[in-house]
């Protein structure tokens, strides 16, 4: 009876895809008024020259009042209102964009952007390490094309250190040895408990000892390379009381001629930045510091700013800057980030810095001491550098960027100049990703502000509020049953590929589980997603560039054998032994609720061989495309 309902349902489904007519709308690229790019020998911020000495010494502020920095333009990126359907949505990294506008033009996972005439900077960024097995594609397609230092991160295995209640322990002490006992790795864990280990960045060795250690107490743990990608270590302890946390905010900022719009920024908002993280209740202890970089024959290569706590001192040196020199785009960044390395960070709180910049580094000086050292001594010391793309950037720059953020556990943040998307003043469409509280800004300082917010909440008990990530299918009528479900499926299939944590070779063997219901009422509406879900996977352009779709016909046969009701298929325990089985390597399960007007959908991506979740995520779909609608 079941083989024969999904037959139908499958042949309703297909019938109404067939139907489906209509062509994908033109797409228009983003692009600003001017679309021009500002030389880096232009836009010389009129400013007290800076004398060329090591480090700046702070002077008295004025009495000059902070700017409100005026309006601001539309963010490039992806319409949240209403994404275009698989067939003409490019592969799609996670993007994180606050107000409705047009992709990057090329269908890449690039993200840089030009910069437009018009003033106005707003901020989006991409999480590496969250869409993992994107960024490991990122790395393969552009690695022949630009310049670059290798960094071994295409295996990575999380430690994470938790206290009793399951509270991270920020700080804590990390000793990675191999199994023949040499130290491979050491490292202060961020402030969510992690640290980031690479076996590939330590020859052949399968089998690994940590030791973390936090105050007295300490605690080992054997894991292998093949293993699970995260591995957790947790003390009989409770983590004492955070106060007045310290937190050391770095700006590593290109001062050559086209940063002057970045620069001026940074001086009319800092005050707003301490004031939004002095203000919280946990009152961390602010400092702020730069290291400001041109190149080899400028005025200076780098100079520095001490941390100091003083926000007047600083702002003067912040008013003394002076954008200018430059001229032929590589600038001495290395240079730049081994002078943040040796400055004095505090031990027992957060540290971020954030590299500011529109051109890629020099790689061709012959220096010693590589952006790939400085990343992992900022992993060592429990450092996390974000990379700022600004104006321009090319992707030489944009790829040096990343390796740096995704290694420090930080994020790449791309700026944009005024641009406006196709989709402004457009209609919702019927499916939309919803990406959560967490990404609601549209300003640098917005985005610097609520990434040091997180940090310290970690170290609290009073978290960050956040929405969850999902997206939302609804019902329209120029547009097929059939047509939604399989724009809904394919972009969450895709999303469930980008985030895995684990990296998915191509031509993985993969299989579709029937959709669990939560109640009996939802039987056969779980079958009919299931059959959409089905559908949608085998045309997806993601699913099928990643994995080899098996067939289900001896799906039945599999779950009589285990004697395993659809209900138990949910259970990642169980569905790994359906999975082997069937000669499946990756699965995509998933459990259907009843939620309103909507049911709400919970898939998961599961690697079969240990049944550990690679990835997850959440729809919500309107009743009306249901089986009864």
Known sequence: MMRGVSYLLGLLLLLGLLSCAGTPAARVPAEGPGGGETSKSEAKIEAPVTEPSAALAPADLGDGEVGNGGEYGAVGGY????????????????????????????????????????????????????????????????????????????????????????????????????????????????????????????????????????????????????????????????????????????????????????????????????????????????????????????????????????????????????????????????????????????????????????????????????????????????????????????????????????????KYIFLTYGEEGESEGGAPGSVSHHTGANFQTDKLEAIIIRFAKEELAFLSDQPVETEEEYFQANRVEQEQKGETLEKLFGMAVSQLIDYSTFNIPPDTPAAVLPLSPATGQLALPAEYFTEALVLSFGRGEASRRTFRVLERRDLQAVLSELELELSGLAEEGQAAKVGQLLGARVLVLGRLYPKGQSYELFLKLLWVENGEVLSATKALIDRRLGIEG
């Open 79 to 410: 319409d949240e209102g209403g994404l275009r359907s698989a067939a003409e949505e490019p592969e799609r990294p996670d993007w994180v964009v606050v107000e409705k506008a047009a992709p990057p033009a090329e269908s890449s996972p690039r993200v840089a952007r030009s910069r437009a005439d018009t003033s106005g900077l707003k901020a989006g960024y991409a999480d590496d390490n969250r869409q993992f097995n994107y960024y490991l594609q990122f790395l393969r397609e552009y690695a022949a094309q630009v310049q670059h230092v290798p960094i071994a991160v295409e295996e990575r295995i999380l430690l994470r250190a938790r206290d009793q209640r399951g509270k991270p322990l920020g700080n804590a002490e990390v000793r990675v040895f191999g199994g023949a006992g040499g130290e491979l790795a050491r490292g202060l864990t961020y402030p969510d408990g992690s640290f980031l280990f690479f076996p590939a960045e330590h020859g052949e060795e399968h089998r690994y000892r940590a030791r973390i250690s936090f105050g007295q107490a300490a605690r080992e743990v054997w894991f292998e390379r093949d293993g699970r990608r995260e591995v957790a270590l947790d003390f009989a302890l409770s983590r004492p009381a955070a106060q007045s946390v310290p937190l050391d905010i770095l700006f590593i900022l290109d001062t050559t001629g086209s940063m002057g719009e970045e620069i001026q920024r940074l001086r009319m908002t800092i005050e707003l930045i301490n004031l939004n993280l002095s203000s919280l209740s946990s009152r961390p202890a602010v400092r702020f510091g730069l290291v400001l970089y041109r190149d080899r024959g400028d005025e200076y290569v780098t100079q520095t700013v001490p941390f100091t706590a003083d926000l007047d001192s600083f702002q003067a040196s912040l008013n003394r800057l002076e954008a200018f020199g430059g001229g032929d785009d590589p600038e001495d960044l290395q240079a730049a980030l081994e002078a943040a390395m040796r400055l004095s960070w505090n031990r027992g709180g957060v540290r971020l810095a954030f590299v500011i910049t529109d051109a890629a580094p020099h790689l061709d000086y012959g220096q010693s001491y590589t952006y790939a050292n400085a990343a992992r001594d900022a992993r060592a010391k429990g450092i996390k550098i974000f990379g700022v793309g600004t104006g321009g950037l090319d992707l030489a720059g944009e790829y040096v960027l990343r390796q740096v953020a995704q290694y420090t556990a930080a």
